[in-house]
């Protein structure tokens, strides 16, 4: 078997509040993924200063057809 790999990203946003992500748009575009084929195998998180999150890595896969 052999797959294809997708990678999504979503910045985190807002200066006072931290990083805020935006659920409702990644909930729509994983969700828009998962109808194309694509199966959702890890998500990680990388910070800035204070703990706030700077983007959310999404690894999506699905074999090739």
């Known amino acids: 078997m052999k ?16 990083g805020d ?3 409702e748009k990644m909930s729509d575009e994983y969700n828009m993924y998962g109808k194309d ?4 195998v890890s998500v990680m998180g990388t ?6 999150t700077n983007l959310v890595i999404a690894v999506f896969k699905r074999e090739l057809r």
């Open 3 to 18: 797959f294809e790999y997708k990678f999504a990203k979503q910045k985190g946003e807002g200066f006072i509040s931290g």
């Open 21 to 23: 992500v935006d659920i």
């Open 37 to 40: 084929g694509w199966e959702l």
């Open 47 to 52: 910070n800035r200063s204070h703990g706030e």
